[in-house]
């Protein structure tokens, strides 16, 4: 039995892509299996880091060390992106049932709500810069190997 850490994760690396390489809802599941696992640890440990983020530092890590490659999650990544609206639709529903929100107040959650979508907006674009950048320097590491 070899017990090569380089070798397991090598096989690893293998089965995963070959298991989700063109199956999205596959992609899907492994995304919503690694954000239960943040969940659990969130919770279990008691950090005051959501779940959900927790999680994605943990795909980040697999797509970083290699045993995910991003191509592997790109259609599962895109599904999720293309029913993204659907998350938003209870807030409009909210809005509607509470005719306060119609007043000051409803003015105040809106300038809250346009600076979070701003720093939201703001910091995607500089993760996904990041993440370019960071998917061409591993690219050209691979190409030169």
């Keep these: 039995m070899n017990r090569d850490p380089s070798v397991t994760k090598r096989k690893t690396a293998i089965f995963l892509h070959k298991s989700l390489h063109g199956n999205r809802y596959a992609q899907v599941a492994l995304i919503v299996l690694l954000w239960l696992a943040g969940e659990a640890v969130s919770r279990g440990t008691g950090l005051p880091i959501p779940g959900s ?8 890590y697999l797509l970083i060390t ?32 509470h005719s306060e929100f119609l007043g000051l ?39 030169v190997s």
């Design 66 to 97: 290699g045993t995910i490659r991003l191509s592997t999650m790109r259609r599962g990544a895109n599904l999720l992106l293309a029913d993204m609206l659907l998350f938003f639709v209870p807030a409009v529903l909210a809005v509607l049932e």
């Design 53 to 60: 983020v927790l999680g994605l530092f943990g795909l980040l």
């Design 105 to 143: 107040i409803g003015l105040k959650v809106l300038a809250v709500i346009l600076a979070g979508t701003l720093m939201v907006m703001c910091m995607t674009a500089l993760a996904v810069d990041v993440g370019y950048r960071l998917m061409l320097r591993l690219e050209s590491r691979h190409a």
